[in-house]
């Protein structure tokens, strides 16, 4: 296992897109074997990551998500820069299966050296990215990409969760017939850095003139998420080429304001975040996997539906269970 580890590990440093693409693989498996062998990827690979900018984008289906990242994309690349777009597609309730168009949507992109592509289903993971995206990111970082671009489902309040794996979040809307503050939850406003109204061009173009003031006036009235920054709002077009480079420019400059230290705390509390949803996801893994617990937990459950015993103390009573000698109660009790 060392041995094949070492040798994809060294692929996808060298850059390697085929290479990289097989290492998400890897990281999305969830079959115990590959789980160990990602957790070894990522031990090689991880102390050469960290050196991105990573860029969470949302927005309502149809504002333009695929298009616009296109679209800044291939700026980005004629700056000099190399791209890795995580894209996550929404996943069938039904089979599990999901569309993954996005390198369709983003044809010209795909095809062009210094960029890589990886759609990847939601897999029922809330917050609008797959539940291995955040590690998917050093994975691309190793491989060289500079700018990380995270594509999530759609917008909502549970959308808040790319914020936790990025440095800065773009929400995008479109102009509209005046009540598009209406459809944006406030909590995804609260956490936006930029706010982007797309399809600013021809017929639309003064709604978007309108629909930025509108924006910005409300992010006065939302406290900011972090010291050092206002968020703003722009307006944008990916058919003209219009905003793009402007877009970019404030990520750079929210960049310099901000600092990299103070890039490497959020970091450092996206991290330890990240853990303690990983020890919550391992339990429930193994509690399903021992039928005595997995029983247990059936029980609780009912028990909580049937409002005999209250979440949090059928919560106790599990933890119990599961790690008698961890056991809080006091001796005799």
Known sequence: MAK???????AVFRGDRRALARAITLVESTREDDRERAEALLERLTPQAGRSIRIGISGAPGVG?????????LHLLGSGHKVAVLAV?????????SILGDKTRMAELARADGAFIRPSPA????GGVARRTREAIPLCEAAGF????VETVGVGQSETAVSEMTDFFILLVQPGGGDELQGIKKGI???ADLVLVTKADGDLAAAARRAVADYRHALRLVRPERSGWTPTAEACSAATGAGIAEAWGIVERFRRKTGEK???RRRAEQAVSHLWREVNELLRSRIARRPRLAR??????????AGELAPGQAARRLVEEAFPEASDREPGA
């Open 123 to 126: 897999g029922g993971t809330l």
């Open 65 to 73: 998500k695929s298009t616009l990242i296109e679209a800044l994309g």
């Open 4 to 10: 094949d580890v070492d040798t994809l590990a060294s």
């Open 189 to 191: 406003m609260e956490i």
């Open 262 to 264: 103070a890039l490497g």
């Open 146 to 149: 500079d700018v990380i671009l």
């Open 296 to 305: 247990a937990a059936a029980e609780l459950e009912r028990r909580v539906v």
């Open 89 to 97: 597609d929404p996943s069938s309730i039904r089979s599990g299966g």
